[in-house]
């Protein structure tokens, strides 16, 4: 990774991006280290605020660059490294139990990560939670925590997702048909929020599959092609369009 948000907490802040959340989150009840990137709007502000949320191979070049992008769109983004504390190998099976828990360390670091955009004293008080892969998973469990907009990224649905996403805030979601993962989750989920009366905005694109919006391949080497064959990868027929939809998005209900 160019940036390395993982920067331990004795160590000097060499990159302004690199954002250190250690304290805050241990008081909160967090995790002992905890970092983010921070990519900062043009100007003065104050901004609009997205919290950024990874996927499952943790915070890394192309994540930065999502982030950088909503910034250059005029948001205040803090994207959170969930694997801070160890990195992926030690840190993603207890994110991944927290997220089927619905409650957990990562959930107390993702808010921490918010309050600090919140407390910046550089936003409008509006707020958005973006998350991709595991990530959209934890943002729409949190869409019904406080934001003003949700964009979900071919993100797993809770267990119960009528009682999860109860009083959710607008949510965007981008799904791929070719998603062997998710089979069926757009559809699914445009009925529940339908079924809730939450506003939504719900595409599956039918040349897409799983981490489609990436812009480069992720994961292990070993594994690529594994993946490509189960529909994961980028899609640069289909990404252009899912961005102007979270930016549409987020533009209505954070900068309105």
């Given amino acids: 990774m160019a940036r390395n ?9 060499t990159d302004r991006h690199n954002l250190d959340l250690s ?12 970092h ?3 990519a900062e709007p043009e100007g003065d502000g104050p901004f609009p605020a997205v919290l950024m949320v990874h996927e499952a191979f943790g915070l890394d070049d192309i994540t930065v660059r999502h982030a950088e ?13 969930l694997y801070s504390d160890g990195g992926a190998r030690r840190c993603l099976v207890a994110t991944m139990r927290s997220l089927a828990a619905g409650q957990g360390r990562a959930f ?4 921490t990560a918010r309050q600090w955009l919140l407390d910046s004293g550089r936003t409008t ?3 958005g939670v973006i998350g991709f892969c595991m990530g959209g998973s934890f943002a729409l469990l949190m869409a019904n925590d406080g934001f003003d907009a949700a964009a979900v990224n071919y993100g797993r649905l809770p267990k119960d997702p009528e009682t999860a996403l109860a009083g959710a805030c607008p949510v965007v979601a981008n799904f791929g048909a070719k998603d062997r993962t998710l089979p069926g989750a757009a559809a699914q989920l445009e009925s529940v929020l339908e079924r809730l009366g939450v506003e939504h905005d719900i595409k599956e694109f039918e040349t897409a599959g799983h981490a489609f919006l990436n812009d480069a391949e992720t994961g292990p080497r070993p594994l690529r092609p ?3 064959v189960m529909g994961i990868g980028p899609d640069p027929q289909s990404a252009p369009e899912a961005w102007r939809r979270i930016e549409d998005h987020f533009a209505r209900h954070l900068k309105g």
Avoid: C, H, Q
């Fill in 69 to 81: 992008r909503l910034a250059a769109a005029g948001y205040l983004v803090l994207a959170v490294d």
């Fill in 36 to 38: 983010g990137y921070l």
């Fill in 125 to 127: 008080g509006k707020i």
């Fill in 108 to 111: 107390t670091d993702l808010a």
């Fill in 226 to 228: 594994l993946f490509r």
């Fill in 23 to 34: 304290a805050a989150s241990r008081a909160a009840g967090g995790s002992p280290r905890l």
């Fill in 5 to 13: 948000p993982a920067r331990r907490p004795e160590e000097p802040a």
